[in-house]
């Protein structure tokens, strides 16, 4: 019932999807109830959607669902009801859809009598025109860079014989980290004795054969047969040492091979110890480099299609307190976490900071629309009702209108007001409460107002 009801303020607030066929009035009024008000409706033929929320054809609806969070910005379309993301709704939404219940855009407002509006001690500024510094405040973690760190596993099984860094150690890459005793390592480099004293028997044999060719006695056959086997004698000498090599033994190897960095960094973890038996699927070492670092920012759902690649970020770290770090926007998810409700962005850190430490917390400010001009007023004139900003702007000294905006905080004590809003119109400031109280259904009110409905 409760988008029953929406539906009817939307009904109220605006007229039919640009002259589309509805039911006659005689039809319509004998049919009181919400539901008869709601089958009265049509659907958008041109859209999809139900008429009275097409924002396509209603764009000033598009302030009230992004209010509400439900707002899909690829599409156009209020979220709940997207034929993008829900084609098997059919235009409508599911009966569980919470839809708002504050006051319309467009109410009016007026005073009972001239000298009650005057005595009401409502103040009067009119919006100035700036731009956005607003930002979306979030909660990050600061995180090393996913291509500067390097987990270390033993490429053959074996026995750690010597450990050469620890954790805290700073290594380069190739600095060796431990030596390892492999029966791997032994086999290969028999394999290697083997491929190399039968590769000098090839070449011998071949050398004997090209010359009894030269001297007639012998074929050509067998000088190539030499020579094939001359080639697979030395193809297995190089694979028997490529195998030696990717161990990190060498040649004249004693059955161990050397553990060795494979990047520039920190070791972070080291998880043998000398004895420890290891294998090919165990971690022994992580090394980060801490030269570039990121923040991973939980940006909430109903913020995430403001924000995009190359906005400022700032952040404050805990226990960094009297300190801000910088850094840009690199990129945001796609998607919408379905746990934490939020879509997570990576901003890459532009503050060279040594005090910074990966997996501390941190407060990020993402500003969004740096250069965008948007009417500011202060915060007094703008008041939030079922989670939707109002503000209230002046018609005559008697009569005011609700306004539904898009409203976000700015520098000082100052509002962004991004829709909804023209530069220049006069707002209420003190007394904007007072306004708010009687619009709300059920509230209590002074009673010296008396309302119109949305005409929009």
């Known amino acids: 019932m409760r988008f029953l009801a929406f539906v009817l303020v939307a009904l109220a607030a605006i007229a039919g999807c640009r002259g589309k066929s509805t039911q006659t009035s005689e039809t319509a009024g004998a ?74 855009d467009g109410i009016k407002i007026r005073f009972k009598s001239l000298e009650t509006a005057r005595r009401s001690g409502l103040e009067i500024v009119n919006a100035v025109g700036g731009s956005d510094v607003s930002g979306i405040t979030a909660s990050a973690v600061i995180v ?78 067998e000088v190539q047969a030499a020579e094939r086997e001359l080639e697979t004698a030395r193809g297995e000498v190089e694979a028997a040492a490529a195998a030696l090599s990717m161990m990190g033994a060498s040649e004249k190897s004693d059955g161990t091979y050397v553990l060795r960095s494979p990047i520039r960094g920190t070791v972070t973890n080291c998880a043998v110890s000398v004895g420890s038996l290891v294998d090919l699927e165990r971690t022994l070492f992580e090394i980060v480099d801490a030269t570039e670092i990121w923040a991973e920012i939980d940006v909430p759902e109903r913020d995430a299609y403001r924000v995009a690649r190359g906005q400022r970020v700032v952040l404050h770290v805990d226990g960094l307190s009297d300190r801000e770090i910088y850094g840009k926007v690199q990129s945001i998810a796609p998607f919408i976490d379905p746990h934490t409700r939020s879509a997570r962005a990576r901003a890459r850190i532009t ?16 500003f969004t629309n740096p250069s965008q001009r948007v009417a500011l ?68 009110g002074t009673g010296c107002c008396e309302l119109e409905p949305s005409k929009r």
């Open 31 to 104: 049919r009181s109830s919400p539901v008869a008000a709601l089958a009265a409706t049509d659907m958008c033929a041109e859209h999809g959607v139900l008429e009275v929320i097409c924002t396509k054809c209603h764009p000033k609806l598009i302030a009230v669902f992004r209010a509400k969070g439900d707002y899909c910005e690829e599409h156009g379309f209020p979220m709940s009801v997207c034929p993008g993301h829900f084609p098997e709704r059919g235009g409508r939404p599911a009966g569980d859809v919470a839809i708002d219940e504050a006051p319309a």
């Open 144 to 221: 090393a860079d996913a291509s500067r760190m390097a987990r270390v596993n033993a490429p053959a099984r074996g026995v750690v014989r010597q450990l050469l860094a620890g954790p805290g150690s700073s290594v380069g890459a190739g600095t060796p980290l431990a030596v390892i005793a492999s029966a791997e390592v032994g086999t290969a480099h028999s394999n290697l004795k083997s491929a190399s004293a039968r590769t000098r028997v090839a070449e011998s044999a071949y050398e004997r054969e090209k010359e009894l060719y030269e001297r007639g006695i012998s074929a050509s056959r």
């Open 351 to 366: 503050t060279k900071d040594p005090a910074l430490r990966v997996n501390m917390f941190a407060r990020a400010t993402v």
């Open 377 to 444: 007023v202060p915060r007094a004139a703008v008041q939030e009702v079922k989670g939707v900003h109002l503000v209230f702007v002046r018609l005559a000294e008697d009569q005011f209108e609700t306004r539904r905006v898009e409203a976000t905080p700015a520098d000082g004590e100052m509002m962004a007001i991004s829709a909804g809003l023209r530069v220049g119109e006069p707002v209420v400031t003190t007394g904007s409460f007072l306004l708010k109280t009687e619009t709300l259904k059920g509230s209590i």
